[in-house]
């Protein structure tokens, strides 16, 4: 089976940044497709983008979530000699990202630098020794070399709080197969889905809310917004699911329904439709119990805005890193999920 048009959406989608708090380049895309579908949707206080399919019973609605912020870093200071020290945004480490470019999204501009571990030609009387023998590398040990003079990056709206990511000629995204290798599959492979999904569903019986939720890297803020004010019969988050040993999940084109994570156990009676949509759309799927991990939905779940809750995912190996996905995982949670909106 061809996946090229999913790899292409993503590739595009990928190409976005969206570090949390900071996603006006992902929104300014997401409304462009959205708008080219047709479909009604609209930016929301908490910076959700939220696209509407209305159902034949207007008095009853579920959401499907899929967050569009990504992992990063926030700058902490500026030094005088330009350099950058910075902090994780969400869960970043800095040995997932090695030396390398990364953009810095200042207010007036984009700069672009290098994030850097020191060298590695010392002795013990500099602390990138340790790095070598017995100590990984750390945030309050790297720092970002700009080359710039503070002037310059004032002049960029580079400050305190300012975001960094990968820099975008890192993150194109590579093909293997049927398989998708790039940075920040988490979460775009997932808004890929919501758009597939966007184009899909005509008319289901109840009305579908198509979020693409803010802020989920840093405590799913922007999904509690948005479930703390509509009323939901069902809420499922799109995610990516950890491959590794300790979880009961095979890698390939198999999607995952989690049954528990880190913030609790899903609906069971959810899980049950959603594995009866899989068999009536003659898709696969499995389920996994796993921890230090949680979605839109179970964070919602465990604070009471929604009764029933579920994620379903994609297996992806180096998540929070530089991941891979089967592309047919991805296209087989649209398959699922249509074919649960159009059963209710």
């Known amino acids: 089976m061809s ?6 959406q993503i590739a595009d989608l990928v190409l976005c940044h969206s570090p949390s708090g900071a996603e006006a380049e992902i929104n300014q895309r997401l409304i462009t497709l ?39 870093m926030l700058v902490k200071t500026i030094y005088a000699d330009g350099r950058l020290s910075v902090r994780k945004l969400g869960g970043a480490f800095p040995w997932v990202y090695g030396e390398g470019v990364v953009d810095v999204l200042g207010d007036q501009a984009v700069l672009s630098g290098i994030l850097s ?34 002037a310059e990056l004032a002049e960029a709206g580079i400050r305190a709080g300012s975001r960094v990511v990968v820099g975008k000629h890192r993150k194109a995204p590579f093909r293997m197969g049927d398989y998708i290798a790039s940075y920040t599959l988490d979460n775009k492979a997932s808004l890929a889905i919501l758009l597939d999904l966007a184009a899909r569903l005509k008319e289901p019986p109840v ?3 198509l979020v693409a939720s803010a802020k989920e890297e840093v405590g799913a803020l922007g999904a509690l917004y948005f479930t703390q004010r509509q009323r939901l019969e069902a809420l499922i988050a ?6 590794s040993s300790e979880y009961a999940i095979q890698s390939g084109d198999v999607p995952v329904l989690l049954s528990q994570d880190g913030y609790g156990i899903y609906d069971e009676g959810l899980n049950h439709e959603l594995r009866l949509a899989a068999t009536h759309a003659r898709a696969p799927i499995q389920q996994a119990v796993i921890s230090g991990f949680g979605s839109d939905a179970s964070i919602a779940m465990k604070f009471g805005h929604v009764a029933r809750a579920a994620c379903l995912g994609f297996p992806t190996h180096n998540t929070h890193g530089y991941e891979i996905a089967h592309l047919g995982a991805i296209a087989h949670c649209t398959d699922i999920l249509e074919r649960y909106c159009n059963d209710l």
């Open 117 to 150: 571990f020191g060298s590695r030609h010392v002795s013990h009387e500099s602390p990138q020794k340790a790095q070598q023998e017995t100590q990984s590398v750390t945030w309050e040990t790297a720092w970002i070399e700009t080359k710039r003079t503070p």
């Open 207 to 209: 009305t579908v809310y």
């Open 34 to 72: 959205f708008s080219a579908l047709n479909v009604e949707h609209w930016q929301d206080e908490a910076d959700n983008l939220i696209a509407q399919i209305p159902g034949r019973d207007p008095n009853r609605a579920i959401a499907i979530t899929a967050h569009k912020d990504e992992i990063g």
């Open 3 to 8: 996946y090229e048009p999913l790899f292409s």
């Open 238 to 243: 799109l995610e990516i699911c950890p491959l």
